[in-house]
């Protein structure tokens, strides 16, 4: 049973728009939500994470948005780069447990 | 700190061939995962350590695989015997976990594994 469904696939964006990957769990009891990116030959590194206690957090210019009753999260990415050009992850997990469900992963692709 | 060291980084081996995989987690992390990544089936969690003691294997396919933790600074995870569908990239990830906080995973630049 996949417990956390990410979409899309695959992006394409030109540079300079606003990427948008999503992310939808089944498991009520998750309390943490990661992002990772990760680049061609390298392991998933952590790029931005949030707790269900806030509906949305910023760290330059990555967002993720959390809805929790329609138990849904986002990442945006705004002013996208080339070098953003990545496979991004979502993840969830029960914070008293400590393992991370990942989603499938979105390949994003910026072009110049 | 050099982050999380796996080894091999690339692996060739012939099916029914023993491998063995290494990693040597960030000093103070207390606890370990190895992951499985594969196109079909994304990262798949498949043994968790904490304080160096297996808590959930779960997600170990088989018997053929096996993972241990003897000390803080060093894990393995065999295959014996491999076959072709164990080809995949293999990662190994060091967290620190305290209370009911997960303070992030870091991994390694994971091992390819080809079984021909």
């Known amino acids: 049973q996949q417990q956390v469904k990410q979409s899309p696939q695959s992006l394409i964006v030109q540079k300079g728009g606003i990427s948008i990957i999503n992310c939808a769990y089944e498991?009520?009891?998750?309390?943490?939500f990661p992002w990772y990116q990760q680049f061609p030959g390298k392991g998933p590194a952590l790029l931005i994470a949030?707790?269900?206690?806030?509906s949305e957090k910023k760290e330059g210019r990555f967002t993720i948005s959390f809805n929790k009753s329609a138990k849904q999260f986002s990442l945006h990415i705004m002013d996208s780069q080339p070098g953003d050009s990545a496979t991004y992850f979502c993840a969830a997990a029960n914070s008293g447990y400590s393992t991370l469900t990942f989603g499938k992963g979105t390949m994003l692709l910026v072009s110049p | 700190d050099a982050g999380v060291i796996q080894s091999p980084r690339h692996e060739v081996t012939e099916m029914g061939q023993e491998v063995t995989l290494r990693c040597k987690p960030i000093s103070g992390h207390n606890s370990l995962f190895w992951y499985r990544q594969t196109m079909m089936r994304g990262l798949e969690l498949l043994i968790y350590?904490?304080?160096?003691?297996?808590?959930?294997d779960s997600g170990m396919p088989e018997d053929r695989f096996s993972a241990k933790m003897p000390n803080a600074s060093f894990s393995t995870l065999k295959i014996q015997p491999s076959e072709p569908r164990d080809s995949a990239v293999y990662f190994c990830?060091?967290?620190?976990?305290?209370?009911?906080?997960?303070?992030?995973?870091?991994f390694g630049s994971g091992t390819r594994l080809t079984v021909v």
């Open positions: 990830a060091s967290s620190f976990v305290r209370g009911r906080g997960n303070y992030g995973y870091t």
């Open positions: 949030i707790r269900p206690d806030v």
């Open positions: 350590f904490n304080n160096n003691v297996p808590i959930d």
């Open positions: 498991n009520t009891a998750f309390d943490y």
